[in-house]
């Protein structure tokens, strides 16, 4: 079975400008979240969806938004990049039966923000 | 969520046993810790997880005190590929949330 997948794996932009990046669960996962991993540190949590409905949301500004779609895959948006959102973005699914407390993370896309 | 508190790095032989500790002396009776590792180049990956008894599977067994303020994951025989960043998380139970709070782990280093 596949894993979390996660396009593109990489990602080069300018100050200023939108990204998309795009995450698509395990099958039969409903639920996906989004992390910031900068250089060095641990991953930081942006947002939780499931079932379309946002259900968490992390520190992060009003930039960064998310979506998910009837498949449950899943997009984030970032606009007016700032240096400071270089980092590699991870997505992560989780299923909903009982003990499905893991999340599967997909390898992500490394942004670099020039 | 409770904060927990790792060694930034450690290195262990090949084909020893990698004891990596966690503080988390504030956690709460709900409150389950939990272990992920992330590989060079690669998303975080589960390890394994408990609330108050050891626990063991086929990668990596956790032992929690009794006062369950520390844990400690092992890594019974660490082969290169165990080198990695190992992350000790506390998350309450079933609260439902894909949030993990990540701190900045253990730099394992499994060495020839």
């Known amino acids: 079975d596949a894993g979390v997948t996660q396009s593109p794996t990489h990602l080069i932009k300018t100050r200023g400008q939108q990204v998309t990046l795009r995450c698509s669960p395990i099958?039969?996962?409903?639920?996906v979240s989004w992390y910031q991993q900068v250089l060095g540190q641990g991953p930081q949590f942006i947002f939780q969806y499931y079932e379309k409905e946002e259900r968490g949301r992390g520190n992060f500004p009003d930039r960064f938004s998310a979506r998910q779609f009837p498949n449950y895959s899943s997009e984030l948006n970032v606009n007016a990049l700032l240096l400071g959102d270089s980092a590699l973005y991870l997505c992560a699914s989780r299923g909903k039966g009982a003990g499905d407390e893991k999340l599967f993370f997909g390898s992500g896309t490394q942004l670099s923000v020039l | 969520d409770a904060k927990t508190t790792q060694p930034p790095s450690m290195d262990c032989a090949e084909g020893r046993a990698a004891n990596l500790p966690c503080n988390h002396s504030?956690?709460?009776?709900?409150?389950?810790v939990y272990w992920y590792r992330q590989i060079h180049s690669q998303g975080p990956q589960y390890i394994i997880h408990?609330?108050?008894n050891n626990e063991t599977n086929e990668m990596a067994s956790l032992i929690i005190t009794e006062d369950r303020k520390s844990s400690t994951l092992i890594l019974p025989h660490a082969t290169l590929r165990d080198t990695a960043v190992y992350y000790c998380i506390v998350r309450p139970a079933y609260n439902g949330g894909n949030m993990l709070t990540f701190g900045g782990g253990t730099r394992l280093m499994v060495k020839p």
């Open positions: 504030t956690i709460s009776g709900n409150e389950y």
């Open positions: 408990g609330l108050k």
């Open positions: 099958s039969g996962h409903k639920s």
